[in-house]
């Protein structure tokens, strides 16, 4: 059974840090693209990060560029989003994503696994 979960979330003032992760059970990050979406009240689920399996490749969304940071340790098999200098429309609901198996396709469009979600919030 194929199992993400996340894990980091809370509640940060602006100009804070938080460290999201994602230990996966069941499968294996190291053979797939994984990364981050987010979804804020009365708003779509939108993409924010990804890490490639085959050259470790990341892309970001313009909004986090330069304060977010995707990596993965293969021997945990766990995911991580370093989230620095945090504002306050960061707020949402933060969702881990794994792609089918050696992807080559982005994670913005093939997902095959999530998480379940883990909440952050930021005050002003």
């Known amino acids: 059974q194929v199992q993400l979960v996340e894990s980091g979330g809370g509640l940060v003032q602006a100009g804070g840090s938080l460290r999201l992760s994602c230990a996966g059970s069941g499968l294996t990050f190291s053979r797939r693209n994984v990364g981050w979406f987010r979804q804020a009240p009365g708003k779509e689920r939108e993409f924010v990060a990804s890490l490639g399996w085959y050259n470790a490749n990341t892309n970001y969304a313009d909004t986090v560029k330069g304060r977010f940071t995707v990596s993965r340790d293969n021997a945990k098999n766990t995911v991580y989003l370093q989230m620095n200098s945090l504002r306050p429309e960061d707020t949402a609901v933060y969702y881990c994503?794994?792609?089918?198996?050696?992807?080559?396709?982005?994670?913005?469009?093939?997902?095959?696994?999530w998480g379940q979600g883990t909440q952050v919030t930021v005050s002003s």
């Open positions: 994503a794994a792609s089918p198996q050696r992807s080559v396709i982005s994670l913005k469009t093939a997902t095959e696994y």
